[in-house]
């Protein structure tokens, strides 16, 4: 996963996301039953939960730094491990380092990086799973347009890989390829067909190198790293015909997409969200796990969540899809493997970009932590403070109680609880506000017999106020005084009722395709959301914040003009 790989992949989670739920991608008759792999592969797997991508790294184009990732290190490694992690997956793109034809040779120098990379992992007792990565959308995707030259290559490739590592540590483990897509099919059946047949040949040429690879684990992906049913019944189908002890399968796994991107509405990880994770985990443990076939995770985050784009996904909703997520997983015996392209951990500091959402993290590798239906309470500025409510999620544990700093609040003067019902009381809000500054005032921390705090913030706000401006189809930026306040979605709709937008199918248009909120000055809408326009035709955009709060906004596109003002 990149981010062209997750702009490539929009219009095919479009596609799937607007299938029901529990929609299969069904073959036509029931796939054979694999057989179970050994013991040895069950007990590899285990032992690599938790994992961690190198991302943006050697899978970077045209080299490991240029993504924006400083060079690997050791002390790298000796902080993913010391933060609990028990595996690396080590992305690479072989590809742009690979001589012509007929022997694709690898350049030695990319090969003795990988091999110093693999080497420290390794050194630090930390599991290795190195893969093919951005060389399935670079080359290998046109199998089926130029059969006997990518086979050939991939061949290759894979030869030289194995030949290198074939005496290193049973502790690295290999997959065949990441992502796996074919360009130029005649649909599902024929991609089955060409991801069987390089999954083949990937196992034949690493059994038949010898040495430590007669026995090492092999890890196999679904069409696409998806886990449609089709594609389940598919790759179960090819196990049981290699009947091959020592083999793991591997899904990917990015949330339900229009919570992970932030379209049609979908701003919280609600009952839905939950249900599409819960039914992609059920069905991979049915297909796999339940056979006794291990499970790899091998990258899952959210598609839009990144530390220089703030507010796509709101923190809270973050820390429970993340909490959710790691039960689950748990519950369904998954090894998880974070996908992390510098956006978790600054390889530079080697400090977590935020800590508090690590900390989630963690703990839902062992246990399930307590939440709550916000992590934001706002106060209107404007008027006087009166008693809110939040609805908690305990998840299995025991609510114990509030915290502010160091002190404890006291239940039925600060806060009451009803049941699942949280309410802070008028005279602890008017406390924690202070001077009622727009903004976070005070932060609380709502207490559970297990898993991490959950962080309240008490927040004040007044609606924002937006201007009216003008500009060019390139691009607008809106003056917005947004008085404590932070957007969560925007709608757009012509004066006929119809969607406008590049997302015609919903009025909730895309964040970052369409508008961002970034600054503490402007809503900016984008090149790509005016170019869906029609000419002189008036456009409502409704702005939708976090306090609940609406704005209602105006824009006409007239040739390269754009002119905007207030409701």
Request: glycine fraction near 8%.
């Amino acid at each position: 996963m990149t981010r062209r790989l997750a702009s490539g992949l929009t219009a095919l989670l479009l596609a799937l996301v607007l299938l029901p739920l529990t929609a299969a991608t069904s073959r036509a008759a029931d796939p054979p039953v694999p057989p179970a792999s050994s013991p040895a592969a069950r007990s590899a797997v285990a032992a690599m939960q938790p994992g961690w991508n190198l991302g943006n790294t050697y899978d970077a184009i045209p080299d490991e730094t240029s993504w924006g990732n400083p060079p690997v290190t050791r002390a790298l490694f000796q902080k993913v491990r010391s933060q609990g992690f028990k595996s690396i997956r080590l992305p690479v793109t072989w590809g742009i380092h690979q001589g012509g034809a007929p022997d694709y040779t690898i350049d030695a120098a990319w090969m003795a990086k990988v091999r110093q990379v693999v080497d420290l992992a390794l050194d630090e007792n930390l599991y290795v799973l190195l893969n093919m990565h951005h060389d399935s959308w670079m080359w290998v995707n046109t199998l089926s347009t130029d059969h006997d030259t990518v086979l050939a290559r991939y061949r290759a490739t894979w030869t030289q890989i194995a030949a290198e590592f074939r005496d290193r540590s049973p502790r690295l483990a290999l997959e065949s390829i990441n992502e796996p897509t074919f360009s130029d099919t005649s649909g599902d059946d024929e991609n089955y067909r060409l991801l069987a047949e390089l999954n083949r040949v990937f196992h034949r040429i690493v059994r038949d190198s010898g040495g430590g690879n007669a026995n090492r684990l092999l890890v196999l992906p679904t069409l696409y790293t998806n886990a449609d049913q089709g594609r389940l019944d598919a790759l179960a189908t090819e196990l049981a015909e290699l009947r091959d002890p020592m083999v793991a399968t591997t899904v990917h796994f990015y949330g339900w997409w229009p919570f992970s991107v932030n379209i049609a509405g979908y701003t919280r990880f609600d009952a839905t969200s939950e249900q599409d994770l819960t039914a992609t985990f059920d069905r991979v443990h049915a297909a796999f796990t339940a056979r006794g076939i291990p499970v790899v995770i091998g990258e899952y985050a959210l598609l839009a969540y990144d530390h220089n784009r703030p507010g796509i996904i709101q923190r809270g909703e973050q820390r429970k899809y993340f909490e959710f997520l790691g039960d689950h997983a748990r519950r369904r015996s998954f090894t998880t493997m974070l996908w992390d392209a510098g956006q978790f951990l600054n390889r530079t500091t080697l400090q977590w970009r935020d800590a508090e959402l690590f900390g989630q993290i963690k703990s839902s590798w062992t246990t399930r932590s307590g939440t709550a239906s916000s992590d934001e309470v706002f106060l209107p500025r404007s008027s006087a403070i009166t008693a809110e409510d939040l609805t908690l999620n305990p998840n299995g544990t025991d609510f114990q109680g509030l915290r502010h700093g160091s002190r404890n609040l006291v239940q039925g003067r600060d806060y009451t609880l009803s049941g699942n019902r949280l309410t802070l009381t008028a005279t602890a809000l008017t406390e924690l506000a202070g001077d009622r500054a727009y903004g976070v005032n005070s932060t609380l921390e709502a207490r559970f017999s297990r898993g991490v705090p959950w962080r309240i913030d008490v927040i004040t706000a007044d609606s924002p106020v937006l201007t009216a401006t003008s500009g060019s189809t390139t691009g607008l930026a809106i003056p917005t005084r947004f008085r404590g306040d932070r957007l969560a979605t925007m709608e757009a709709r012509y004066d006929d009722g119809s969607n406008a937008g590049p997302a015609s199918w919903t009025s909730y248009q895309q964040w970052d395709t369409a508008f961002s909120a970034y600054t503490d000055d402007s809503i900016k809408l984008t090149a790509e959301f005016f170019t869906s326009l029609r000419e002189n035709s008036r456009v409502t955009l409704t702005f939708h914040f976090w306090s609940g709060a609406t704005a209602t906004y105006h824009v006409t596109k007239s040739g390269g003009t754009v002119t905007g003002s207030p409701a």
